[in-house]
């Protein structure tokens, strides 16, 4: 567990001013950014036993609440709901956009970087349609995140833009972007 620890740690310092900016003051939560921390179950687990402890211990929610202001989630939650900071994890929005069409993610890894770690790559299919490709993922799921994130951008851009219809777009006029770290 120590390690695990450790290795989180030093990708939170890493990643630490992007989140907190997100959380601050992002207009959509950091789903891609926080996938990318690979922080492992067990953390959370330990908050929410730790709440747990505290509610059967003081059986006060005003004691919970406390904790929670104090490790500064409330704040956050505050935020969300004032500055309606969108939520929606950006695999269920491209699913919502994709309307009856099935959104398939193709995930292909390499040996890459300085340091010969596995690079992740995602191309996401909306039907038969390829909408985009990123590489530069530390997991398959932060790749899908960010695949997923960018592609219900390209969508939304698209029916907004042009007034299309997703069933109507072909190759030739789908969009390739791709994400470098």
């Known amino acids: 567990m120590g390690a695990v620890q450790q290795e989180s740690s030093a990708r939170h310092a890493d990643l630490r001013d992007s989140i907190v900016e997100a959380f601050e003051n992002g207009s959509h939560y950091p789903w891609a950014v926080l996938t990318r921390l690979k922080a492992q179950k067990f953390f959370s687990d330990m908050v929410e036993s730790l709440l747990g402890a505290i509610w059967i211990d003081s059986g006060s929610f ?6 929670v202001e104090c490790v500064g989630i409330l704040s956050y939650f505050r935020r969300i709901l004032k500055d309606k900071v969108e939520i929606l994890h950006p695999k269920e929005e491209l699913g919502m956009l994709a309307d009856s069409e ?5 995930i292909s890894s390499r040996i890459g970087g300085r340091d010969a770690s596995t690079e992740y790559l995602c191309t996401v299919f909306v039907g038969d349609t390829r909408i985009i490709e990123i590489d530069g993922g530390v997991s398959s799921e932060e790749v899908k995140t960010k695949a997923a994130e960018m592609a219900g951008k390209s969508m939304k851009a ?6 299309m219809n997703i069933d109507k777009v072909d190759e030739e006029t789908a969009v390739d972007i791709e994400m470098r770290d």
Do not use: N, Q
Request: charged share 30%; aromatic share 12%; hydrophobic share 30%.
């Open 62 to 67: 005003e004691t919970c609440t406390a904790v």
């Open 102 to 106: 099935t959104v398939k993610y193709v």
């Open 158 to 163: 698209r029916k907004s833009d042009f007034g």
